[in-house]
């Protein structure tokens, strides 16, 4: 997703673009998503105002193409199961109103309302009315299109290709080498290796994570609906697996439910303790889910980087690379806004937002390893 | 020449037939048959009807892989025609959409 | 003395009674676990019992050999040896650091769970059947040749008064045998490939001589009941409103395409229709198994590459209930052998083994020979409903591919929809591959059936606890 909005956006600034991945398209975390435009998980701060941005340019994106990619204004609402953690969930959503985010507080008596199947008894929580939802796959595969990039599919980059004075010339693939004088590492997960290949560094490391889907159901859940320790499971450092419920439905009927998050590189098994907590975590907050049936599961890598912010802007160390990757778990709710920044800066444009905290070169590099 | 029907080559002596329902008509049911069964012996070959284009769906697969045949017995939706067997009183329904009452 | 070790043997068609009967007679317990009431599987797939059938063999072929298979059980049952456990759907085998647990679903509700332990699994879950599109093919009526076969022989029911039989493959032709003498007027049986492709490959019709009289006595069946034997021909298109009413069958030339001016139509209320078979791989996948193409990778012992685990039957290649059984007989002494500590002997199963490469010869000189027309993607039209359950017509997906860029099935399906219904790509998948012009790869499907959520919650629950 994010290399499909650099493309559009690069494009419509008049730029050349060709796409190049080892694999198809939406193939790598995209393909593995659940759709989330999220502003009402980011604490304030650079990623909760690189989420504003892209909210707003999803929002004219959605105008282009949004009934082909079941764009949905759902809107989010978080639920405390305590009022101690209502009480810290309503501090959490000061400080977000404060930083431009709508965020309504809900009651005891309104959370029904808005949600009339969620487990009794629950304290409250607050309503995020910008949350919207995509079907990432989709979205990326349209981005691409609308962009009118060349797309090159199952063509690895072996090779960023450097020129004698150290700039960038283009990439090698195996059927030939594609001369640009920028190249984007819009690798997600993989942004590591390809940083590596273009002989620089950018710790991005995999965080499992599986996505449980349900058979079709009518509308029963209608916003995306996640308990309040899912904040702090994002922003945690852990590599033990961390669970928390995240439940929608989706246009098309299925339910999806999360989240888990678990430092285990690139392992592919099934784990059945994980699917189990999240059956678990959605079936305490949605009790008529207990008789709903899982049809399937996917899992995904999410890329991470140590301070859970993104790699976006220019390596100083390669001139004319440029990251756009290590998003985590907002990939695609960020992707618009990572790409319109890449596009300005490619033309030599002020950034709308400050990228200091995107840096790519801000890690300490690691010697020995 | 065929002979008369897969009971009589088979020689089979069923228990008495049962009523059930369909959608509130009684129809008879041979016992051990299943739900598919027992509708195309009452000359039913459809008993649902998909979600985006409400086509009719019956039997596909007959082996319970392919879920086309999912109908509603005793406000149990999405049972597989196929494999259900029926008893005595069941209520089958005909399903639409998701078949959770959309 | 000492206690058996446990196998856990998943489905009971023809490979999964063998290798039970092989396993319980060679110092292994066994629990037996099937879907079904009864076992039997598909080719062996028994009538309901309240049906009292006196003469169920009317519908079999090789009755004798099913009735060894059941009295075996039945014995080793008595003996104490094996467990049969019916109506149970397995949705999920877990692998566990020195035994595996075997998750079920109690049918036909499928809503309460069962768990069950064993030291070792054997997988013999069979296969299903291909069936490619073409216009009309999701009109009632219109069904699986193996569909028409199960509901005759489980419920002893037929689909309609008039039917024709199409497709390719060898299970055509008992099929439309079976529906005959069961009263149904088959009017043709339309078999796409080229009989005189079995000329081409006489050393292995001589290996198997049983097989030629075989279909000779199909071949007579057919002229007695009257049905029209077309081969090089292919159904272009089902007609009917809100059922199945004729179809339009038409000649295909040297190429597979069809030869214009030849189509003929046939009044019919029922159309059963078959391509092939595809083996079930699900819960072996899950498990890790190495898969080639399409099928689980195993070993002259039947042991797929994770430890502890056998597989046999169909899931390892389609080829038939004969193959099924020398691939169940040889997994059941293998495993037996390993998990009593001795150290297997292949010359106790020489013959089976002989059999085995005999069996798989010929099943690979049938797969050459039935293949569906060259020209089946040309009769999917932009309309043509290509995903069953999500009704993802022929236009999507080729748009997916040229318009969207999608070269693979995971790919078409995500931006299609196709194959996320809930028989999650096992009937369009083949279709898709065809469509996209790639292979069909296999799916990774975590759950081999759809699971509660409340059952999920507390899957394998007891056992982790029990290691806190």
């Known amino acids: 997703m994010v290399g499909a909005a650099c493309a559009l956006y690069a494009a419509r600034a008049g730029l050349d673009v060709v796409i190049v991945d080892r694999g198809p398209v939406s193939g790598g975390t995209t393909g593995a998503g659940e759709g989330n435009l999220l502003v009402s998980d980011k604490e304030p701060g650079p990623e909760l105002d690189l989420a504003l941005l892209s909210a707003r340019l999803w929002t004219q994106l959605a105008q282009e193409i949004g009934e082909f990619i079941e764009y949905e204004a759902k809107g989010g609402l978080v639920v405390a199961s305590t009022p101690g953690g209502l009480t810290a969930l309503a501090r959490f959503a000061e400080g977000q109103r404060a930083a431009g985010v709508v965020a309504e507080p809900v009651d005891a008596e309104a959370l029904y309302d808005l949600e009339p199947r969620l487990a009794p008894d629950l304290p409250g929580g607050v309503h995020y009315p910008q949350d919207r939802q995509v079907m990432p796959a989709l979205a990326a595969a349209h981005l691409v299109r609308a962009s009118g990039a060349r797309l090159l599919t199952g063509r690895t980059v072996t090779a960023v290709l450097r020129k004698p004075d150290g700039t960038v010339q283009g990439v090698r693939t195996a059927p030939g080498d594609i001369l640009a004088p920028a190249v984007i590492n819009a690798a997600g997960t993989w942004g590591g290796e390809l940083a590596a290949r273009a002989g620089t560094t950018l710790p991005v490391l995999p965080r499992r994570g599986f996505v449980l889907v349900t058979e079709p159901l009518p509308r029963l859940i209608h916003h995306k609906v996640y308990a309040a320790d899912y904040v702090a499971d994002v922003a945690s450092d852990s590599a033990a697996l961390q669970t928390s419920p995240v439940v929608e439905g989706t246009a098309a009927g299925p339910v999806l439910i999360g989240a888990s998050r678990e430092r285990v590189g690139f392992d592919r098994e099934f784990s059945l303790p994980v699917l189990r907590a999240l059956a678990a975590g959605a079936t305490r907050l949605f009790p008529f889910l207990a008789e709903v049936r899982a049809m399937r599961s996917y899992l995904g890598f999410r890329p991470y980087l140590p301070d859970h912010l993104p790699a976006i802007g220019p390596d100083p160390r390669v001139p004319g690379l440029f990251h756009a990757c290590g998003h985590e778990g907002a990939g695609i709710g960020l992707a618009t806004g990572t790409g319109h920044l890449i596009a300005q800066l490619l033309g030599d444009k002020t950034p709308d937002l400050d990228l200091a905290p995107f840096r790519p070169d801000r890690f300490p590099d690691e010697e020995g390893e | 020449m065929s002979s008369g029907s897969p009971q009589d080559l088979a020689e089979a002596r069923p228990e008495p037939a049962f009523t059930v329902t369909l959608d509130g008509r009684e129809i008879e049911a041979v016992p051990g048959r299943t739900v598919a069964a027992a509708l195309w012996s009452a000359g039913v070959t459809s008993w649902r009807t998909t979600r985006v284009g409400g086509a009719p769906r019956g039997v596909f697969c007959g082996i319970g892989v392919c879920y086309d045949c999912l109908v509603t017995v005793n406000d149990r939706p999405n049972q597989r025609a196929c494999l259900v067997p029926l008893h005595p009183g069941d209520a089958i329904r005909t399903q639409e959409g998701t078949g959770h009452d959309d | ?468």
Request: include cysteine.
């Open chain 3, 1 to 468: 003395m000492t206690e058996r070790p446990h196998l856990a043997v998943i489905g009971a068609g023809p490979a999964g009674l063998a290798a039970t009967a092989a396993a319980a007679a060679h110092g292994v317990r066994v629990t037996l676990l099937d879907s079904a009431a009864r076992a039997g599987g598909q080719f062996y797939r028994q009538p309901a019992a309240e049906l009292n059938a006196r003469r169920p063999q009317a519908l079999h072929h090789r009755w004798r050999t099913w009735e060894r298979l059941r009295d075996s059980l039945a014995r080793h049952v008595e003996a104490g040896h094996a467990t049969h456990l019916t109506d149970h759907h397995v949705w999920f085998v877990e692998r566990r650091s020195d035994h595996f647990t075997v998750h079920a679903l109690l049918g036909p509700a499928q809503e309460d769970p069962v768990e069950v332990r064993a030291d070792a699994v054997l997988i013999a879950t069979g296969g299903y059947e291909k069936v490619l599109p073409f216009p009309g093919w999701t009109l009632p009526g219109v069904l699986t040749a193996g569909g028409a076969q199960a509901m005759l022989k489980g419920s002893l029911a037929v689909p309609g008064r008039t039917a024709v039989v199409a497709g390719t493959g060898p299970l055509l032709l008992p099929v439309a045998t079976g529906l005959a003498a069961a009263g149904v007027e088959v009017a043709a049986l339309v078999e796409s490939a080229d009989p005189k492709a079995f000329l081409r490959r006489p050393r292995v019709l001589a290996a198997q001589p049983g097989k030629v009289a075989e279909g000779a006595q199909y071949a007579a069946q057919l002229l007695r009941h009257r049905v029209k034997l077309l081969t090089r021909h292919t159904v272009v298109e089902a007609h009917g409103d809100e059922r199945l009413e004729a179809v339009t069958v038409a000649a295909l030339d040297t190429g597979g395409r069809i030869r214009p001016g030849t189509e003929r139509r046939f009044a019919c209320d029922t159309l059963a229709v078959g391509h092939g078979m595809l083996p079930h791989t699900d819960l072996a996948e899950t498990l890790g198994c190495r898969l080639e193409g399409l099928r689980v990778h195993v070993d002259d012992e039947q042991r797929t590459d994770v430890p502890g685990l056998w597989a046999a039957g169909e899931t390892t290649g389609i080829g038939g209930a004969d193959l099924a059984l020398t691939e169940g007989h040889i997994a059941g002494r293998s495993a037996a052998a390993r998990l009593t500590g001795a150290v297997p002997d292949p010359r106790g199963w020489a013959t089976a083994a002989k059999s085995r490469t005999r069996l798989r010869e010929f099943s690979a000189a049938l797969d050459a020979v039935y293949a569906p027309p060259a020209c089946w993607t040309d009769l999917v039209t932009d309309d043509t409903i290509v995903c069953r359950c999500e009704e993802v017509a022929g236009g999507a997906i080729r748009e997916a591919v040229a318009g969207l860029g999608a070269g693979d099935v995971r790919t078409v399906k995500l931006l299609t929809r196709a194959g996320m219904g809930w028989c999650q790509g096992r009937m369009c998948g083949p279709a898709v591959a065809g469509l996209a012009g790639c292979e069909l790869t296999p799916s990774r499907r975590p759950f081999a059936r759809p699971v509660p959520l409340g059952v999920l919650a507390h899957a394998g629950e007891t056992e982790d606890d029990e290691h806190q």
